[in-house]
């Protein structure tokens, strides 16, 4: 008996440690139709929420406050770049942020450098705030998906296309 209530607790209790883990997924899709590099930064409403009141002063209302949206989205800018191989800086821009269900998204863009072979991206959005929060980023658009998990002390991956 004691060894059934002991399961029970567990998995009453699994739902609230399921989202202990701190991560977001970014999507870098090369669009051969709009000839941009696209860059859709998804992350969990609630650790957002909980970011905006480490990083501003204030009250802070990230699902309705447009100001708010675009002062995390600037923070997320600023967190995030993007180079060639040969480290030739892409210079991304800001297309825009919203709340879609329990997710926050940042979005953005830049034209695809001629001839790029592959991607060196540094991505540390929240990871000054929550050393253990982990930041894939899921490359498309250039041959096969390549993926980036930036954990513990990554600053700069890079990612290689194969030769088309």
């Known amino acids: 008996m004691r060894f059934l ?23 870098v899709l090369f669009n051969k139709r709009t000839h941009n590099v696209e860059l859709m930064h998804r992350f969990y409403l ?5 970011a905006v009141s480490s990083l501003f002063k204030g009250k ?3 699902i309705s406050n447009k100001t708010d949206q675009q002062r995390f989205a600037k923070y997320v ?5 993007l180079q060639t191989l040969n480290g030739d800086v892409v210079p991304l821009n800001f297309v825009g942020a919203q709340v879609d269900g329990k997710f926050f998204w940042v979005y953005q863009e830049a034209p695809i450098p001629e001839g790029i072979q592959g991607i060196k991206m540094s991505n540390g959005a929240l990871r000054d705030l929550w050393p253990s929060q982990v930041n894939m980023v899921n490359v498309e658009g250039k041959g096969k998906v390549k993926t980036l998990n930036f954990a513990q002390d990554d600053t700069w991956l890079e990612a290689r296309f194969e030769a088309n």
């Open 60 to 62: 802070i209302d990230i």
């Open 46 to 50: 609630h650790d957002t929420e909980h």
């Open 77 to 81: 800018e600023s967190h995030v770049a």
């Open 5 to 27: 209530l002991i399961v029970v607790c567990f998995l009453i209790a699994a739902p609230s440690m399921a989202h202990q883990l701190k991560s977001s997924v970014t999507t």
